[in-house]
């Protein structure tokens, strides 16, 4: 286990990642280190078969993982290795009470391209970044050459899903 995360709306509001509209928030991120996935994903999320994808993500949450979250690079990555807590989503998804897992699978794509995403991975080693001001800097975020593609990363717990303009409002 990587760690345990908790966020009030207070420190949603403060997140540099969250901006809504809906925020999911992540307590909990298991790895599969350096030995990703590799599997065909869709955009968004999407049910996992039965198979040696759900069979792994089983071997490494104890529990059944139905749904995978596809994420371009490097935010993926940045969810399963850097400072990001939050993943914004344009629609919310009903989560049981004690939270849903799924399965984290990083894109085939790049987001903006090699160079954009290079750019922001060089702001996020060396500090707040002008790309989204006030980020936590990612000291040890890898180069694009090093980000994995097309494969799951790991599974991320979903402990609730906000609002941002209800919950984090000023």
Known sequence: MRGVFAMTPEQLRADPWAFGPWCWVVDRVESFGGDPRPCRGMQGLWPIGHGELRDALFDLVGMDVRWGLTLLQPYASAIIAGPKRVENRPWRRMIPDNGLWVGL????????????????????????CSLLPDTPHWPKAPCVAELPLGCMLGAVHIRQILRYSDECSP
């Open 105 to 128: 699978h990083a894109g085939k794509t790049l987001y903006g391209g090699p160079d954009a995403a290079e750019d922001m991975l060089d702001e996020w080693r060396d500090g707040p």
